[in-house]
């Protein structure tokens, strides 16, 4: 079974400091994918990798940096987290036909 | 870029109905997944469908590509069956771009 891992589950962060979420997979999968979801906009996509040391801007990529050292680890940053940033954070690994989700991480900005 | 909307956006249903739930995307797509995810939960892959029609179980997803849509048919609904439904299309530079989803209730 794929396993994608993310870590923290539950963040709470201050206005303007920084923010690290973590995620592991071990697919061995080459495409990675970080989301975030709100209420009334569905999925959208913020930053992605086609592999070690490879990030691209998603659909909303302002506020946030992507790092991908590895191909099992991908993480996303906030610079300077703002309270709109507050929402759910999914990390995805991809294989051909399909992408596999972890858990979330529930960020909340204040 | 690609838009996908899906239809409708809540529906209740009485345990043992099926659930019919459109995806209409605005661009020819390559993918076409739908998602499941539970209530606060994450997502869980149901069916990739590009084109076609396929069954898994008590699901059927039918796709007519030169159409631009895809509909899910859930059969014999199940309390177990609540959540999210979502659609998920690709785009020319093969992201996938999620619909909003369909909130299925299914009472006992």
């Known amino acids: 079974e794929a396993a994608v891992t993310q870590s923290p589950r539950n963040k709470v962060a201050v206005t303007g400091g920084k923010v690290t979420l973590s995620c592991n997979q071990t697919?061995?999968?080459?495409?990675m994918y970080w989301y975030r979801q709100d209420t009334g906009h569905g999925l959208r996509l913020i930053h992605y990798?086609?592999?070690?040391?490879?990030?691209e801007k998603g659909d909303i990529p302002d506020g946030y940096k992507a790092s991908r050292p590895s191909q099992e680890n991908f993480s996303l940053i906030l610079e300077l987290a703002t309270p709109s940033q507050t929402s759910v954070y999914f990390c995805?690994?991809?294989?051909?036909?399909?992408?596999?989700f972890g858990a979330g991480t529930r960020l909340s900005v204040l | 870029g690609q838009q996908v909307q899906q239809s409708p956006s809540s529906l209740v249903l009485q345990e043992g109905e099926n659930a019919e739930l459109q995806c209409n995307f605005s661009s020819t797509a390559t993918q076409l997944q739908w998602f499941y995810q539970s209530p606060g939960g994450s997502l869980v892959s149901l069916l990739s469908?590009?084109?076609g029609t396929k069954h898994t179980g008590r699901l059927t997803s039918t796709t007519v590509t030169k159409e631009r849509r895809s509909s899910l048919h859930i059969s014999s609904s199940q309390t177990t069956d609540s959540g999210t439904y979502l659609c998920?299309?690709?785009?020319?530079?093969?992201?996938?771009?999620f619909g909003d989803g369909t909130v299925l209730t299914v009472k006992p």
């Open positions: 990798s086609y592999g070690a040391g490879s990030t």
């Open positions: 697919n061995n999968h080459n495409n």
């Open positions: 998920a299309v690709n785009t020319n530079t093969g992201k996938l771009t």
């Open positions: 469908n590009p084109s």
């Open positions: 995805a690994s991809g294989a051909e036909n399909t992408l596999y």
